[in-house]
């Protein structure tokens, strides 16, 4: 299987849309990361991160037949199959269906000033609450302790909200080996969201730079503020049923405004749970749509 190579805003970004070109879930897919996101502060991304994946062998690499079969009782399980990808259907653009409501714009200038303050003294007192790790050359994020890492995001988000001068409670939880969620709860906390969430795209992707600080790799982040990812996931779940509605009566495909990565997985999984409609995705970062078309059945 040959290799594909895309690039996203994050390594996430990137590996979703090389599954998008591939067609397979995650677990039949196998990545390389290239290129590492080098971004600044709210939104000025100085590199993309870029990665490269194929579908995962379906049959033992040659070497393998050739080993002791005893050595064989040791080694992986057999590969899953992959799904081919699915053929798009002809399909003609809708008109623009009403879209969810965003997070209203607050103040630029307040919120550059607050940012570049805290961009400074919190990262510095996040990085001082974790434990060091013995400095044994670059260690992988993996081998790092788990809590410790969640204790770092909890320090940066609260001095962050103290340089915002706002009011909000901060929790970090573990969700599994290889995920942080990360919440601020409070009232007033829109100068952290910003104007369709882009304050809060910002926000993660610094939280995240304190995540890497001591090497490429770490456990997924997910922030959410003020509820606001939430509302935004239940609004576009209640949008694509809409949609979807449309394509069962009308019989022809629509195609949606481009999205982000995460909502246009909001999509993807509304859609699987919907009798006789399918989605695919097609376009490049950023423009990368999704389109929801009949079943072929």
């Known amino acids: 299987m040959e290799w594909v190579e895309t690039t996203g805003r994050t390594v996430e970004e990137a590996k979703d849309a090389a599954l998008d070109q591939l067609g397979v879930d995650e677990q039949d897919a196998e990545f390389e990361v290239l290129e590492e996101a080098k971004s600044g502060l709210f939104g000025r991304l100085r590199q993309e991160a870029r990665v490269r994946a194929r579908v995962r062998p379906t049959t033992p690499r040659p070497k393998v037949d050739r080993r002791d079969r005893r050595k064989k009782a040791a080694g992986d399980g057999p590969a899953t199959e992959d799904a081919p990808p699915t053929k798009a259907a002809p399909r003609k653009r809708a008109p623009k269906a009403e879209r969810p409501a965003d997070a209203p714009a607050e103040a630029p200038a307040k919120a550059t000033k607050a940012a570049s303050k805290a961009a400074k003294a919190p990262a510095k007192r996040a990085t001082k609450s974790a434990p060091k790790q013995p400095t044994t050359g670059a260690a992988p994020m993996d081998d790092l302790d788990l809590d410790a890492q969640a ?147």
């Open 151 to 297: 204790a770092n995001i909890r320090s940066f988000l609260d001095g962050l909200v103290d340089a915002f001068d706002l009011q909000g409670d901060v929790t970090v939880d573990i969700v599994d080996d290889d995920t942080l969620e990360a919440r601020v709860d409070g009232d007033d906390l829109g100068l952290l969201i910003g104007p369709k969430g882009q304050t809060l795209q910002s926000v993660q992707e610094l939280a995240r730079a304190v995540l890497q600080k001591d090497g490429p790799g770490g456990p997924r982040l997910r922030l959410d503020v003020g509820g606001y990812r939430e509302r935004r996931r239940e609004a576009l779940e209640r949008f694509t049923k809409g949609i979807a509605e449309q394509v069962l009566a009308s019989g022809s495909a629509t195609s949606l405004e481009p999205m982000g990565a995460a909502d246009r997985k909001v999509v993807h999984d509304t859609v699987n749970d919907i009798a006789g409609v399918r989605t695919i995705s097609e376009g490049e970062e950023p423009r990368r749509r999704v389109v929801i078309l009949p079943d072929e059945d």
